[in-house]
């Protein structure tokens, strides 16, 4: 498998970018991938003199709509929506549109009219490569379950996938239980929802569940006393996975890093009129190719310097 890579970003006039200010609403600051990319973001933005603020919605619809409404009440130049599902603040995201201010939305793919642009993965994606590890790593004797994020496009659409690729490439020989968790409590929720799948199925021998779940999943199994196989996804757990957590597999999105800057130099763009819709590529790392010990420059050797690409682009180097 070939390292992942980025385009090399497109020149970008960033001389009129001082001065600018963008409100960052993130959905879950508990989440590795927003605490990580957003302080990326913050950082690349500064490179070329924009300020930011950030707010942290905590998993609740009622906060990020008003992450939204505070951004617009302070006449920003641009809001980052960062993993929240644009149905949730659809009449706010309509006053940032009669208002003038441009939406940028990480991670969700949903891209109604009032949302100039999207950083996504594509969850559809995300779900049928779980599901063809999964059936691989079985030998298509699937009897496996997914745990995922209650009330999330992307987590529900990922479901879905995997549902359907299980149902597609292994018909009714394989057995697949879909089970979902509350975002706000996950951190008291999933220990005891994943304990109980556990228990309910001593057989099950492949389990699926985004990367914030996985610590929990794997210390339920050692409460009930079943070692399962976990994949997880987007990243959060690689680092611990390599380093003897217990995840056999991590579907690793962009580093969380490199997703911060990509986001910057996307919403640039469309603050510059010019926006443009990117979907980033995805990876899977086990055993087989994760190496010995975490460090970028192996995981990631074609990313090394991603940094100074941007600031190339940005005419900031």
């Not at 929506?81 to 309509?94: C, D, I, Q, R, T």
């Not at 890093?257 to 469309?270: K, L, N, T």
């Amino acid at each position: 498998m070939q390292p992942m890579e980025i385009e090399k970003p497109q020149p970008l006039d960033t001389s009129s970018m001082s001065g600018k200010t963008v409100a960052i609403v993130s959905w879950i600051q508990a989440s590795t991938l927003n605490a990580v990319a957003n302080k990326a973001l913050q950082k690349a933005l500064e490179e070329v003199g924009i300020s930011s603020t950030l707010f942290d919605a905590k998993a609740r619809p009622d906060l990020a709509a008003q992450g939204v409404n505070s951004a617009i009440a302070q006449d920003v130049d641009a809001i980052i929506m960062f993993g929240v599902s644009p149905s949730l603040v659809a009449n706010p995201l309509e006053d940032a549109k009669a208002a003038g201010i441009p939406v940028l939305d990480l991670v969700q793919e949903a891209q109604p009219d009032t949302v100039a642009a999207v950083v996504a993965m594509k969850a559809e994606d995300t779900g049928t490569l779980s599901a063809d590890y999964a059936l691989a790593k079985t030998e298509c004797k699937l009897d496996g379950a997914v745990l995922y994020a209650a009330g999330d496009e992307y987590n529900t659409a990922y479901n879905d996938a995997i549902v359907a690729e299980v149902k597609a490439l292994c018909g009714d020989q394989c057995k697949l239980e879909s089970t979902d968790f509350p975002i706000p409590t996950f951190a008291t929720s999933v220990p005891t929802i994943s304990a109980n799948m556990l228990r309910r199925n001593p057989n099950m021998n492949f389990l699926m569940t985004p990367d914030p779940a996985v610590p929990m999943v794997l210390q339920s199994e050692k409460t009930v006393g079943i070692d399962v196989p976990v994949i997880g996804w987007d990243g959060g757990q690689l680092q611990p996975s390599i380093e003897g957590s217990g995840q056999v597999a991590d579907l690793s999105w962009m580093p969380h890093e490199v997703v911060g800057w990509i986001a910057a130099d996307s919403v640039m763009r469309v603050i510059s009129g010019s926006p443009e819709n990117m979907y980033l590529p995805q990876q899977i790392f086990d055993e087989s190719n994760w190496g010995e010990a975490w460090e970028f420059s192996t995981q990631f050797p074609k990313l090394v310097g991603f940094e100074d690409e941007y600031r190339q682009a940005w005419g900031v180097s």
